[in-house]
């Protein structure tokens, strides 16, 4: 299938988010609730078996990505197939998709090999080791190093799953399609990134007023209650909203839609 990529505004950037705030605002509770099981899936899967049980989850999170996007297209196009619509893709096209995941896993730990080379390993400890590493101990060096080097592995598997899965492409092609697309696409994309920056800083204070709110007596994990809620029934499905929206603005308004 041919695959049309389009460059659009850079307002689009913040459009993105605006219309992924309408497509989640046509059923709040079931995107909400997709995101959270998409997380806990996630946490399972991870917690089960130590180590492995991380790169399972890793090596899952396109197929299930997939699933999300399905979501959100059906909820965009108020598509009357209903669910059987979310698995578009998914089953005849699992295992590019799964591939996808160990790619990223393998590019992933070439790139925390290298940044090994500046802080001693202790990046490759955290990501794939499961350790811990304070704000005090990190390496401003390594964490920009790790930065630039992840960029443009973000970008190629921006839209790889979805191109994977809805327009049938190799996994190679995907990577390739997405990497073209986000750097097209850039002044958008860096205004999409300014917006959600500053998206998260005013969530950030909202969660603290309604902190301030609750009695102070209450335990620390209770006063994070209100930054738990907006992070997953607000933040978290606006922002795979807009994930779905970038990719039909960018691919689909060219008329390609798999």
Known sequence: MQTKTLIVPARNGWQWIAEGSRIYGKNRMLLALAVIGFWLLMGLVGSQVPQIGRLLATICMPAISVGLMGLCRYLDQEDT??????????????????????????????????????????????????????????????????????????????????????????????????LFACLRNWRAFVVYTCSLIMLMILMTIVAGMMASWLPASLPRVAQSIPAVLLFFFLAMPVLYASFYVSYRDVFVAGGDQG
């Open 81 to 178: 197939k209903a669910p059987s619509a979310l698995l578009s893709g998914l089953s005849s096209h699992m295992g590019a998709l799964l591939l996808l995941g160990v790619m990223y896993i393998v590019v992933l730990a070439a790139a925390l090999g290298v940044v090994a080379l500046i802080d001693g390993g202790r990046f490759f400890h955290v990501f794939l080791m499961g350790g811990k590493l304070d704000a005090a101990e990190a390496n401003p060096l390594a964490t920009w190093a790790l930065l630039l080097l992840m960029l443009p592995v973000a970008m190629a598997y921006w839209y790889a799953p979805i191109l994977v899965a809805w327009h049938g492409h190799s996994v190679g092609k995907s990577l390739f399609f997405s």
